[in-house]
């Protein structure tokens, strides 16, 4: 029953990070904290796409709070 169960969690892990394209735009927290929002809320958008961009714009209020916060600081940083 356990092993069943860590398979589980482990395959529904694994997925997300599967069907994420990888993305040269911006930087690990990005990633870290806005992949789920970009895949929820703009899936359909290639990450380098100039699009994901405006959809981020678009969506501000429906993304989660790391995610919001992440963005600012990268804009703060001058995108580094």
């Known amino acids: 029953m356990r ?3 860590l398979a589980l969690v482990l395959a529904l892990t694994a997925v997300p990070a599967l069907a994420a394209p990888a993305s040269t735009r911006g930087n690990a927290d990005l990633k870290k904290y806005c992949t789920g929002d970009a895949l929820k809320l703009c ?3 290639d990450p380098d796409d100039p699009a994901m961009e405006a959809c981020f714009k678009k969506n501000r209020d429906a993304l989660t709070e790391n995610c919001r916060r992440a963005i600012d600081a990268y804009a703060q940083s001058g995108g580094k």
Request: no cysteine.
């Open 3 to 5: 092993a069943a169960l």
């Open 43 to 45: 899936g359909d958008i």
